[in-house]
């Protein structure tokens, strides 16, 4: 059995099919059968799990076995309490109502590496970042939930996964190592 532990590049498209030209995790990681177990839409980067096991894969995925996911968020906006319970509490999206999750202001990671390209930059709106650790995760979930608290996301990046993070495998982007399933707390 295999599990990978991925850190996925900005603008890298979750699968190993090609489309379009655009990148994809065959262009970082040629072991073959593995699959994702989760995703990442392209436009976020961090900590992605690989695996050949179908039942682990299962695992990792499925709602009921949800792995808690944390993310390090930059906001366009400064977080006040009161925008951090509102993301804690459950908040409905329209199609869905979250679950209630950890939403903490903290300091710009020191350790982040800077992202390619650049993310934009406005002298007059100050950005804050946010770690967001979920039990689920839907369809741009954190997106989502940072824009219905007026704080649009300008950058994400998944820095854990259940007990492995990215200060436990430290990884640049586009680097992968094993893992074992015991590491993840499966």
């Not at 980067?45 to 995925?61: F, P, R, S, V």
């Not at 459950?90 to 979250?98: A, K, Q, R, S, V």
């Not at 649009?152 to 982007?173: D, E, N, Q, Y």
Request: proline share 7%.
């Amino acid at each position: 059995m295999s599990l990978i532990l991925f850190n996925k590049p900005f603008q890298v498209l979750c699968q190993f099919s090609r489309q379009d030209g655009r990148a994809t995790l065959a262009d970082y990681v040629s072991i073959p059968n593995v699959y994702p177990a989760g995703r990442l839409d392209a436009d976020s980067e961090g900590l992605l799990l690989l695996t050949d096991d179908g039942k682990l894969q299962h695992n990792i995925a499925h709602p009921d076995h949800k792995q808690a996911k944390t993310y390090l968020v930059q906001v366009d906006g400064v977080a006040d309490a009161a925008s951090l319970a509102r993301l804690q509490a459950p908040l409905d999206l329209g199609d869905f109502t979250t679950k209630p999750c950890k939403a903490v202001r903290i300091a710009e990671p020191a350790w982040l590496w800077p992202r390619n390209p650049p993310i934009r930059s406005r002298a007059e709106q100050a950005t804050s970042w946010l770690a967001i650790t979920l039990q689920e995760g839907k369809n741009r979930q954190v997106r989502r939930m940072t824009a219905a608290v007026g704080l649009p996301t300008l950058r994400l990046v998944r820095s854990a996964i259940g007990a492995i993070s990215l200060a436990s495998h430290p990884l640049l982007p586009g680097e992968w190592t094993r893992v074992t399933a015991a590491e993840l707390g499966k």
